[in-house]
Each structure stands twice: as C-alpha cells, then as structure tokens.
C-alpha cells in the first residue's frame, strides 16, 4: 500500500480559491501539495522538485495549461508525471481544443468545475494506484464512469446514440 | 456668288452639275407625280429599291399594290410645302428597310400648282436596330434607370422603374423615390448638375405600395451642347434584398453572441460554484477540527464568491443592455479626464503612471457617455491588471484621444504583461478570464458591444511580455448618421 504522505501533488490553477480549496483538501488526505499560479511557476517547481502528479487548470495568464504539458513532455522524466485536469472549459470553445490535445497526449482523467473534494480525493488516489476509502472507493467508481461516459457521448455519432438509447429502454422492460 | 457670275458659267456645266448632284448626293432620290407613278430616280435609289421604271411608287418603296394609308407625298402636293417623315420600305432583297424621308414639291410655274415632288430618303435602319437595341437595354436592363432635368422632373423612366415605383413621367423625382415634397438633403443627382461629375450614394425610398426599397443610386451628367448639365441619369440598384440579407446576418450573429455569452455565462458560474464549493468545504474541515483560522479563511472564499455573483450580474446587466446606444453631443476628452481621475491612485498603488493625451483642438461628438464610460473603464483596468502581471518594472498606461478628419479613436496602451497569441485570437469573442478569481470575462465582451453599437471596430495589438494596445475606432460619418437616426427614433417615439 502507497502512503498518501510519501506523495507531492503540484496544484496549477490561476484563481487563489480554487487552489486553496484543492490543496486543503489534498493536506486533509494526507499528501503533501506545492502550488503553482501558472504554467511559468509550475514548471519552475517541476524543476526544484518533480512531483508524483500535477493537479492542472486549463486557462491561466502567462503560460496556459496546454503550454504547460507541451513544455513538460519536452523532457523524458517529466513526460511520465501523471495530470489531472481541473477545468471549467472542458465543454466551450475556449477550452475544447486543449483539452482534447491533452487527453490524447496523455492524462486521460479531467474533472470538470466545481469538483466535490471526495471526487476529486478519490481521482488523485486511483490515478497514483493507491488503496482508496469506501466512499472514496465509490467517488472514483462514479468519476471512472462519468468521464468513460461522458468521453462516449463526446465521440458518438448520433446512430450510435439511437442505439444507446434502444439499449437502455430494452434494460427498462 | 452674284447673278452676273451665276450667269456665265455655261449651261452644260450646270447641267453636268445636277446631274452629278443628282448622282452623288447621299441620299435615294426619286421624282413622283401626282399618280404615284415613280418618273424619275437616281442610282442609289435603284441599288436600295430596285427596278422602278414604270411603277407607282408605293410598289417600289413598299411592294404594295395600293398607295400608302399615310402618304407623306399626298399631303407636300396638297400643302406645297417640305415635310420630313420615316417609314418602313422594303429593299430590292425583301428585307426591312427603316428610311427617313425628305419630300419637297417640284412646280413648273413659280406659283403653279406642284405637279411632281422630289423625294430625298436615307436609310436609317442601322440607327434604328442600334436604337431598338438600346430601348430594350433601357427597359430590360435589371436596375432602375430614370432620366431627370434641371427641375428634377423625371422625363425618362425604365420599365424596371415604373414596375416598383409606378407611372412617374413629368414628376418631381424627390416625390417619386421618397415620397417626399421637397428636395432630398444631400441629393447625388444636384451634386451632379453641380460639379459635372458622376456621384454614388445609397439611398432608402418608398414603393408604389409603400415598401422601403433600398437602392445604391449612380448619377451620371448629360451634357449636350458644351459645358452644362441639362440632365441627370440616374441609374440605381435595388439592394431591399441584399439589406435584408445584411439584418439577417447581423441578427444571427447577435444570435451567436447569445450562445457564446450563455457559454461563457455557465463557466463563471462554474467557477463560482467552485468557489463556494471549497469554502464550504473548508468551513466544514475548520469545524471538524475546531479551527477557527481553518473556519474563518472558508467563510472569506465564501463572502468572496457571493460578491463575483453579485458583480457577475451587474455585468451581465450591463452585457444585455439595450441595442440603440443613447448619443450626446459631448466633448469626447471629458471622459478621458473622468477615467484618469478615477483610476490615477488606484493605478499609483502599485507604481504605475497613469497618463492622458489628448489633440489642443477636439471636436464634439455623438457618443453615449455611459457606454464609452465603461469602455473605457473595462480597457484602463485590464491595462492596470496587466502592468501588475509584468515582470519588467516603470510601467505606464496611456489614454489616448486622436480626431483625424475621418476618424475619432480612443486608444489605451499599456507596457505590462501583453497578452499571448492564442489567447488574443479569443479575447474579443468569447468571454474568459484569466485574471484568476478577479475578473468575470465580461470586460471585452461588453466593449466590444458597445464599440460595435456605435459603428465603431475595436482591434488589439500586443506582444508578450511587452505590452497591449487596444484602439477603439469610431467613423465621424457613422456617429453622424446613427445620431440622425436616433434622432428620428426619439421624435417618433415622442
């Protein structure tokens, strides 16, 4: 079993709210957590210290989140840093493109804003294969299977969808 | 030539004169009696009619075997004098022939009855299939053509012109195109009597049953006889659809602004609800522990992120705000001092110099104070915000007025942070903040708008790392115009 303070999570997000939260909520699970304001800083603290993974916002000033990666899959150690997404432009225009680049490229898991502190507990855990609580357990299950469905519905054309949906009402009789 | 002269030269000569006159004058020469019958013709005649000794003229001219209904030559042997008429004849081939006749009474006796008359004729038919031609370019050609004199009578109008507009000869063409009963201001067609030149301009005018129609009017002088224009034509295009096409577009692209402030609305709420999310969640971690400090810092990210909805909706408010922007004449510097008096301490808090430049000599002009206010206001802040994020020190942002003849510009440039090129392609279109949990990503949208609502475009240049220039450009010409027109809104609405 991984001990949760063995690992050092790097949160990246530009709103000091959001990175205040997710690191408080890092702390309370036992990680260890540096944080960063944007992709310039979170590269510099890649560099003092490589993290086990990096908590990563899309759209940030300076350097964005997609720069960021590009910039870190430059370098062969760092390319094998396991991401997390935290966006709340997984769906517009402004975010859609980045992030298909960077679940193509890589981390596979996003989450998208506002994320309950279980979810999110419960995504950094099985991303690292560390050993999870019941409801965290259920939180990770539930992520799981809200980002395969939602990666799905993303990709479906809209025969696949008419099939889908024939296949759930067959369920209901 | 006087008669003593007239007199010797001798008489072959003369008639070796006539003879040749007779020849070679350019036109078909014939001699008819009072019978019809053709005595006399000269070459050109037969070339064009063909064999016509010992027949009655209309058979010649005419092929027809009864004299003409209108006998041009009937009438110079009851009236004695010269008439010029047109007719159709046909040649020697069977074909066509469009003439036009000179016919003059031939008396033996001075005062005597006439007993011949000479008919001189030319053939006009290629004259007339160049002018068919031309009727039918005139009539067919698909745009109104109206002809219009010096009183702006119209004395020509094409078929096209009368379908939309209705019967319009001899009458005023201001009460024609715009049912008006004065003289349009800024009339092309006067600037054309004026100036000689030809002027192009697009006008809205009123139907036969009453429809706006939109037309892009040139007006061309015709001179005739030396240096006056005797009358103008003008030649307009009907653009009602194209215009109609254009509000279209404007409304689905109002439409896609809709989407893409809906989309943007639902990512500042996100971001909210993440806010209020973690203080929540920090409040209830600091009572776990008993934390007060872990309690108080979850309450701050609470009060926090109810005022961004607070400031959320009064942006938004100010987003949706009415089309028509409401114009003053004002002295556009006015609001520069107001914007600089309002952001200067603010800007010196963090070290940076806060400057207007604005021309000795500005002119007044339509602009809705309120509109420009917040304009203003959005770009001076995001310059403040940027020179913050700079990492290079002895920043500065500059308001600046330029009134050129064409154009009134109010620019805002700043030495901070720039903004990135992916980034730039975005920020006038959809609405996004990174300004961390400061801003609500409404700023630029809502400039643009109202930039947009007065006419006007606004662009940016900036590099990283460098600096930004946002340049809001307005047309003297537009501001005008939209003031005109709210003007007339206003009058009608009171």
Not at chain 2, 24 to 39: G, L, M, Q, S, T
Not at chain 2, 210 to 227: C, E, F, K, W
Not at chain 2, 464 to 475: A, D
Request: proline letters at 3%; charged letters at 30%.
């Amino acid at each position: 079993m991984t001990v949760a303070a063995a690992k050092t999570i790097l949160v990246v997000d530009d709103e000091a709210d959001v990175r205040n939260f997710l690191k408080i909520a890092l702390l309370e699970a036992g990680f260890n957590v540096i944080t960063a304001n944007n992709g310039n800083e979170a590269l510099n603290e890649v560099k003092k210290k490589k993290p086990d993974l990096i908590s990563l916002d899309l759209v940030m000033p300076e350097k964005s989140g997609v720069m960021f990666h590009r910039e870190l899959t430059k370098n062969k150690e760092w390319s094998k840093i396991p991401i997390i997404i935290v966006t709340g432009h997984a769906r517009d225009d402004v975010g859609k493109a980045d992030l298909k680049e960077l679940t193509m490229s890589g981390p596979g898991i996003y989450l998208e804003k506002p994320v309950k502190p279980l979810n999110y507990i419960a995504a950094v855990k099985s991303i690292l294969n560390m050993d999870t609580s019941d409801d965290e357990k259920g939180a990770a299950e539930q992520v799981e299977l809200q980002n395969q469905l939602k990666n799905i519905i993303d990709e479906a054309d809209p025969d696949t969808l008419k099939k889908l949906k024939e296949l759930l009402n067959k369920k209901k009789i | 030539m006087s008669s003593s002269k007239r007199k010797s030269i001798p008489r072959r000569l003369t008639d070796t004169i006539y003879k040749t006159l007779f020849e070679e004058v350019p036109f078909c020469v014939a001699i008819i009696d009072r019978d019809y019958n053709v005595v006399e013709a000269n070459e050109k005649f037969s070339q064009r009619f063909g064999n016509w000794r010992g027949k009655k003229c209309y058979n010649v001219y005419k092929k027809l075997h009864r004299p003409c209904d209108e006998c041009p030559s009937e009438q110079v042997f009851e009236e004695g004098k010269v008439i010029v008429a047109d007719a159709v004849g046909v040649d020697k081939e069977g074909k066509p022939t469009h003439y036009v006749g000179h016919v003059a009474p031939i008396r033996l006796k001075e005062d005597g009855p006439v007993e011949y008359v000479l008919e001189m004729t030319r053939t006009v038919t290629g004259v007339k299939s160049w002018q068919q031609e031309y009727q039918i370019l005139f009539d067919r050609v698909p745009c109104y053509i109206t002809v219009i004199d010096q009183d702006f009578r119209i004395v020509r109008a094409n078929e096209a012109f009368r379908e939309s507009f209705g019967d319009v000869l001899n009458r005023y063409c201001y009460e024609v195109y715009k049912h008006r009963s004065s003289k349009c201001p800024n009339c092309p067609a006067a600037k054309t009597f004026r100036d000689g030149r030809v002027h192009n301009s697009n006008q809205v005018g009123t139907g036969k049953k009453n429809q706006d129609i939109h037309y892009a009017v040139t007006t061309s002088p015709l001179m005739r006889s030396g240096g006056k224009v005797a009358h103008v034509i003008e030649i307009s295009n009907d653009i009602t659809a194209v215009k109609r096409l254009e509000s279209q577009v404007i409304e689905a692209e109002r439409l896609g602004a809709v989407g893409q402030t809906v989309a943007g609305l639902a990512h500042s709420i996100k971001n909210i609800l993440m806010g209020l999310e973690g203080g929540k969640y920090i409040v209830s971690i600091g009572l776990q522990k008993n934390d007060k400090q872990m309690i108080s810092e979850g309450w701050e990210m609470l009060e926090r992120n109810f005022d961004k909805t607070t400031s959320l909706v009064k942006d938004f408010l100010s987003f949706s705000k009415g089309r028509l922007p409401s114009l003053k004449m004002l002295n556009p510097a006015d609001i520069i001092i107001e914007i600089v008096d309002l952001y200067k301490e603010i800007a010196a808090l963090s070290n940076i110099e806060l400057k207007a430049m604005i021309p000795k000599k500005v002119r007044k002009a339509p602009l809705d104070p309120d509109g420009i206010h917040t304009c203003l206001t959005n770009l001076v802040s995001n310059a403040i915000d940027a020179c913050q994020m700079a990492e290079q020190k002895g920043n500065e942002v500059v308001i600046e007025l330029i009134d050129n003849r064409k154009k009134l510009i109010f620019q805002v440039t700043d030495n901070g942070s720039g903004i990135e090129y992916d980034i730039k392609n975005k920020i006038f279109t959809t609405f996004f903040t990174t300004k961390g949990g400061e801003g609500t990503g409404l700023g630029l949208l809502t400039t643009r708008k109202i930039v947009q609502e007065h006419g006007g475009k606004i662009t940016v240049e900036s590099e990283k790392g460098h600096g930004s220039c946002f340049r809001m450009e307005f047309s003297h010409k537009r501001l005008l115009k939209l003031f005109e027109e709210s003007d007339i809104i206003k009058k009608k609405n009171n």
